[in-house]
């Protein structure tokens, strides 16, 4: 089987879709029955001419290694600040967009260019592996198969973005390849001989459009993508049953082609306690940049965090994520301050993850207490860091009113941590029993939920939420993901040759 997958996401950010996406590739390259490629293309800048360039294309062959160099740097965006910038890039766009109704018009596909990328293994770990992977997979992942198509990924949805013919996309010449897995609504059909498998991780862009970035954008993207998707035939792998229930009330119609595989877990998360003063060092040396107390100079910088974070009684509640409305950190905010008011003053609240969008309110929420060193703001932190962290915190939070799965709650559950959660359906599916739960929209529940994790009087329940935990999150490891995903692919293999 010939498998082509989509690592576009993988470029982007630690957590999320571009950590499955990381892990996902990975663990498919392990089956040597199957030959695996993986996608490489760019969020907004078409690629370029040099991606196509051959050694036998014009006698070129003593200018390969410059046009190879060339793909690495196409691969990187070459947006522009400033208004010049901005107007290149407007332009850009545009011709872009010009290119691909032109394709789509003449049904000429998008084709799907193999590149060698041998010598700039460098560039493709740094780029899209190493925040996820251990060192140990370098070889396998610098080593495979890869390709790129030129057209970037906005385009290919600008380009179906028309209210004369919604969703109505160019076509990709996948026909070299037996499967091609895209991680989000493919903005392209595919070649009849190919199943296209979309990973569905959730409908928040249709279903909770008021908490998403560029929502009009989003969502008719995400929507009519998806659509297409569907009345190709491809199959849509969900991330949890609640994902899966989502997408059949957008379209029922499309039950039979839906499959529910969850997210895997990395394996860099286990139970590894750390010394208090190790976990201040953590959190004092991975603040956030853009989220940061204002300070005249390093010394008094120093000083401060000296006074703050004092390893004897260093005590914290944790949420992982990026700061977004949909992530409830308001609520937890809340949560927390009147827990630390009535019951411990010493008790912090560490928020690990990158700042996102429409986060004006929980900002200027957060402002006075960072100032007062109770709240700490961190970002960039490495999974060996993250796992001591998810150990060491009194309790994990994960309060969000909407997820597809959330894979922070199972990683501290494998790090030896105790999570409080919302009372959404995927927080239960997901989490069982090992948890306490809690409204999303209740300050008291969530209050209440936290108690009974870090009480003293709660020692047992302590124990209990850490052993069931353990167990419950040994259910997402690699291992046992990848082989629902091997199970599903002889599957389609097996269908294919019948």
């Known amino acids: 089987m010939k498998l082509l997958m989509e690592l576009r996401p993988a470029g982007d950010g630690y957590s999320g879709i571009p950590q499955e996406t990381r892990l996902l590739f990975s663990s498919l390259l392990e089956n040597k029955n199957r030959e695996m490629t993986g996608l490489l293309n760019n969020n907004r800048s078409w690629l370029g001419n040099s991606i196509s360039k051959t050694g036998s294309d014009n006698n070129l062959l003593e200018d390969l290694q410059f046009f190879r160099s060339e793909n690495i740097l196409s691969l990187v965006s070459s947006e522009k600040a400033g208004s010049l910038g901005n107007l290149r890039n407007i332009l850009g766009k545009a011709l872009q967009i010009a290119r691909l109704t032109t394709r789509r018009a003449i049904k000429r596909p998008i084709h799907v260019h193999d590149i060698d990328m041998s010598a700039y293994a460098d560039f493709l770990w740094r780029m899209y592996f190493a925040k996820s992977l251990p060192v140990g997979k370098f070889d396998a992942i610098t080593q495979s198969r890869y390709a790129a198509i030129k057209p970037s990924w906005s385009a290919m949805h600008s380009v179906a973005m028309t209210p004369l013919r919604p969703g109505h996309y160019a076509g990709m010449d996948t026909s070299d390849y037996d499967v091609f897995l895209s991680q989000t609504p493919w903005p392209a059909s595919v070649s009849k001989h190919t199943q296209l498998l979309l990973r569905y991780h959730d409908a928040i862009p249709v279903l909770f459009p008021h908490t998403i970035q560029n929502p009009r954008q989003h969502q008719f993207s995400h929507y009519y993508a998806l659509r297409s998707n569907l009345k190709q035939g491809g199959m849509a792998v969900c991330n949890s049953q609640s994902s899966r229930n989502d997408l059949v009330k957008m379209f029922p119609q499309f039950e039979s082609q839906t499959t529910v595989i969850p997210c895997m877990v990395s394996d860099q998360y286990f139970a590894e306690p750390a010394k208090r003063k190790n976990l201040v060092d953590i959190i004092a040396t991975s603040i956030e940049p853009k989220l940061e107390p204002v300070f005249g100079n390093a010394m008094a910088r120093e000083e401060f965090y000296a006074r703050v974070?004092?390893?004897?009684?260093?005590?914290?509640?944790?949420?992982?994520?990026?700061?977004?409305?949909?992530?409830?950190?308001?609520l937890l905010i809340s949560a927390w301050n009147r827990i630390r008011v009535e019951d411990d003053p010493d008790l912090k609240l560490i928020l690990v993850g990158n700042p996102g969008w429409a986060m004006e309110n929980v900002m200027q929420t957060m402002e006075p207490f960072r100032n007062r060193g109770m709240l700490f703001n961190n970002s960039q932190i490495s999974a060996s860091d993250l796992r001591r962290l998810y150990n060491g915190a009194e309790a994990v939070v994960c309060p969000s009113v909407a997820e597809g799965f959330d894979l922070s709650g199972i990683e501290a559950m494998l790090s030896g941590g105790k999570v409080a959660a919302s009372d959404i359906p995927v927080h239960r599916e997901i989490y069982k029993?090992?948890?306490?739960?809690?409204?999303?929209?209740?300050?008291?529940?969530?209050?209440?939920?936290?108690?009974?994790?870090?009480?003293?009087?709660?020692?047992?329940?302590?124990?209990?939420?850490?052993?069931?935990?353990?167990?419950?999150?040994?259910?997402y490891k690699g291992d046992k993901i990848q082989a629902k995903w091997e199970i599903l692919l002889d599957g389609l293999k097996a269908k294919r040759s019948g």
């Open 309 to 330: 974070l004092k390893p004897e009684n260093f005590r914290y509640l944790l949420m992982v994520s990026t700061i977004e409305p949909r992530k409830n950190h308001s």
């Open 433 to 475: 029993d090992a948890c306490e739960y809690f409204n999303p929209y209740s300050t008291e529940q969530a209050v209440d939920a936290i108690r009974r994790i870090i009480m003293k009087e709660n020692q047992a329940n302590r124990a209990r939420l850490i052993e069931r935990g353990g167990i419950i999150g040994a259910e």
